[in-house]
């Protein structure tokens, strides 16, 4: 059984196109009108579709049956067989039959032939139906649970699933629905159409992907000249990864770049604090000094001359000590050619970040340095900084490890924590 689907500008012309390709044995399943762009993009036109099927072993026995039989099993009439006489006289041949019209039961064998097809082609446009229903539905659920205000959802429904999962990662809800109506907008331009809304929600979600790489600023990396000392000085909250990060960047200055490295603490607080850089220290074979007064890194900065780059590691603060920060500004004011990271932990709640960046402002960090990804499952804080702080991201901390557990950072990695492309298991 063979079933295809025609298009005509009147059944009339359908009809003749099918019994065209399909022959005398076609019948019609069904015919609608439906409407389709006009050619060259002027309005719309009406057409009919019509769908017929033949029973193609019927078709083709009727086709071979009137066609000259020149090849196959009986021979030609024109050959010795044909013309060998006849050996003795056949038998009378019995009476015929009476002659049973079987055509109206043929057809409505056919028929139903034709209606069983149509409907295994119904089963998979309706399985196609329920899994957009469900998709609806998952959305419709999300969107009552995230209790979204009316102005996301004016949003297309690809980018309102792209909305749900930013928030669901948790960057700031006013953040997300700015950078998707920013790709809502530039995918309209992009179509020129206004069809935005029809958007494919793959290509959706690459699209956004990009609009998020290009909004983040990301610094190079320590930039080591020969001949130039490079100062680079870590601050930030206790316990985010200070110390841990100032070995990870000496290990790899040191030991892959072959670089001259020294190291200086300003954290002269805790004698466990000088103890566990002066273990990296040690292992790394790089010079450690301990500053106390402005006096003492200025000569530390004059003997370490030869030094390719230079790590300060500075003590971290607890919100109500502005005193040690002030302190702090006191002793990096001295450097002004100091790049200063600000090291910020991903597990930090996002409101905290938001103030810590502020706290750290009088500082003038130049880089934003977050450590502790491998400790997170929700990467949107870190958009959320940098759309505040407006400063480059330099460097990210995936781990405890010195000095493996360090990357660069690149917009497209980040872009990929904020919206990562789904697995091919999750699809
Ligand atoms: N999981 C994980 N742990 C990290 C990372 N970076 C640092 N740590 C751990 O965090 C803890 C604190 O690290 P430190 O380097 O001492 O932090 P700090 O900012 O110097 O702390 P203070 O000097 O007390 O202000 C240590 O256990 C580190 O191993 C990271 O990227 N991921
Ligand atoms: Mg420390």
């Known amino acids: 059984m063979r079933v295809k689907t025609f298009e005509a500008g009147s059944m009339q012309d359908a009809l003749d196109v099918v019994k065209k390709d399909m022959g005398e044995e076609a ?34 026995a009727t086709l071979a049956a009137g066609a000259p039989l020149t090849y196959g099993l009986r021979a030609p009439l024109d050959t010795p067989a044909a013309r060998r006489p006849a050996r003795a006289p056949a038998p009378p041949a019995p009476p015929p039959a009476p002659a049973m019209d079987l055509q109206p039961l043929r057809r409505e064998l056919l028929e139903i032939k034709g209606a069983v097809a149509a409907l295994k082609d119904n089963d998979l446009r309706n399985a196609s139906i329920l899994k957009e229903l469900d998709q609806m539905k998952a ?7 995230q209790g979204m205000p009316p102005a996301q959802l004016h949003l297309p429904p690809s980018l309102l699933e792209l909305y749900g999962d930013l928030v669901a990662n948790d960057v700031e809800p006013l953040i997300a629905l700015r950078l998707c109506e920013y790709a809502q907008r530039a995918l309209t331009d992009q179509d020129g159409d206004g069809s935005a809304g029809a958007v494919d929600p ?17 610094a190079p990396p320590i930039q080591l000249e020969p001949g130039k000392m490079r100062v680079a000085a870590l601050v930030g909250p ?32 805790r004698m466990a604090a000088v103890d566990q850089l002066q273990q990296y220290a040690q292992i790394l074979q790089v010079p450690l000094h301990v500053a106390l007064t402005v006096e003492d890194l200025r000569s530390a900065l004059r003997f370490y001359q030869d030094r390719a780059l230079v790590l300060i590691d500075t003590p971290g603060h607890s919100p109500k000590d502005t005193e040690t920060l002030n302190q702090l500004r006191g002793l990096l004011d001295e450097l002004p050619e100091v790049e200063t990271h600000l090291v910020l ?54 781990g405890q490890e010195v000095p493996e557990a360090l990357e660069l950072a690149t917009s497209r990695r980040v872009a990929d924590l904020i919206l990562p492309m789904p697995t091919k298991e999750a699809e």
Do not use: C, M, N
């Open 202 to 218: 793959e290509r959706a979600r690459l699209f956004l992907r990009r609009v998020i790489a290009d909004f983040i600023p990301v």
């Open 238 to 269: 206790t316990g985010v990864g200070k110390t841990t990060t100032v070995a990870k960047l000496a290990a790899y200055a040191q030991l892959h770049l072959k670089q001259k490295v020294a190291l200086l603490t300003l954290d002269t607080y």
């Open 345 to 398: 932990s991903a597990t930090t709640k996002p409101r905290d970040l938001t103030e810590i960046a502020a706290r750290y402002e009088p500082l003038h960090p130049t880089r934003l340095l977050f450590t502790k990804l491998d400790e997170t499952s929700t990467y949107g804080p870190i958009l959320s900084t940098l759309a505040r702080v407006k400063r480059p991201l330099s460097y990210l901390g995936t």
């Open 139 to 145: 959305l419709l659920s999300r969107i009552q649970r």
């Open 27 to 60: 019948f019609i399943l069904s015919t609608r009108t439906r409407r389709r762009p006009a050619a060259l993009g002027l309005g719309e036109e009406s057409v009919i579709e019509v769908t017929a099927a033949v029973d193609e072993a019927q078709a083709g």
